[in-house]
């Protein structure tokens, strides 16, 4: 069973600071999205990485995965009160290519 | 316009009691999908569908049965809830199987639905 993990589980932070959240596992997967959630929707994807190393920045959110593609990274520069909500990553793989494993998520608190 | 959309938005009920939940795309999408999302916000898929076609059924029980009418539909029965069936269903839409064609693809999801079981 593939499993990902995601760390920290919470995290609460001034506005201005500087974060990094991680997704982890021992499995290999073709490709590695990150989603936002907000209370009461469903996930909204941010990114896709697909390549090993692959880094992708969105205005201040910079994604990574890792060389083997078994991990990622989250770096968010300056953090603002709209960041909030749940951060989850997920791995995709498969016969099909449709079996998206999701981590448990971070959940991401920017104070003002 | 609503890309993926589920109904109701929430539904509570009593146990061993029969439910569905719709969900419709009107995105042009080959596949569709059902997840879970625990009190814990764990996401977890339960089914995938292609060209109405179960590819996915991650040991559910037999008491969840997804009917795809049409590429554009993929509603959810439940029969004979029990309270651990208690979650946020989200139901999500994707063009093509990533792997198959060497590309990945992008999921969207609809607004979820709420089941509370009594």
């Known amino acids: 069973t593939q499993l990902l993990e995601q760390s920290p589980q919470f995290l609460s932070i001034q506005e201005g600071e500087n974060l990094t959240v991680y997704c982890n596992s021992s499995?290999?997967?073709?490709?590695l999205q990150w989603y936002r959630q907000e209370p009461g929707e469903g996930p909204v994807l941010l990114v896709t990485?697909?390549?090993?190393?692959e880094v992708k920045k969105l205005k201040r959110l910079t994604f990574q995965f890792g060389d083997a593609r078994k991990d990622s990274s989250l770096h968010i520069t300056a953090a603002q009160p709209g960041d909030t909500g749940l951060y989850l990553c997920?791995?995709?793989?498969?016969?099909?290519?449709?079996?998206?494993?999701f981590g448990p998520g971070t959940r991401l608190s920017v104070l003002p | 316009d609503t890309a993926v959309s589920q109904t109701p938005k929430y539904l509570v009920t009593q146990m061993g009691n029969d439910k569905s939940i719709k969900c419709e795309q009107n995105?042009?999408?080959?596949?569709m999908y059902w997840y879970k999302q625990d009190s814990k916000k764990f996401l977890k898929i339960m089914f995938s569908?292609?060209?109405?076609?179960?590819?996915i059924n991650e040991t559910v029980p037999n008491r969840f049965s997804p009917k795809s009418p049409d590429k554009a539909h993929l509603n959810l029965h439940i029969n004979s809830l029990e309270l651990g069936d208690s979650a946020v269903y989200f139901c999500?839409?994707?063009?093509?199987?990533?792997?198959?064609?060497?590309?990945?693809?992008?999921?969207?999801f609809g607004p979820g639905t709420r089941l509370t079981v009594l």
């Open positions: 995105l042009g999408h080959d596949t």
């Open positions: 997920a791995g995709e793989s498969g016969n099909y290519g449709q079996n998206f494993v």
């Open positions: 569908y292609n060209n109405k076609e179960l590819i």
């Open positions: 999500a839409s994707s063009h093509i199987p990533g792997q198959r064609w060497g590309v990945t693809d992008t999921q969207y």
């Open positions: 990485v697909v390549t090993g190393g």
């Open positions: 499995s290999v997967f073709s490709s």
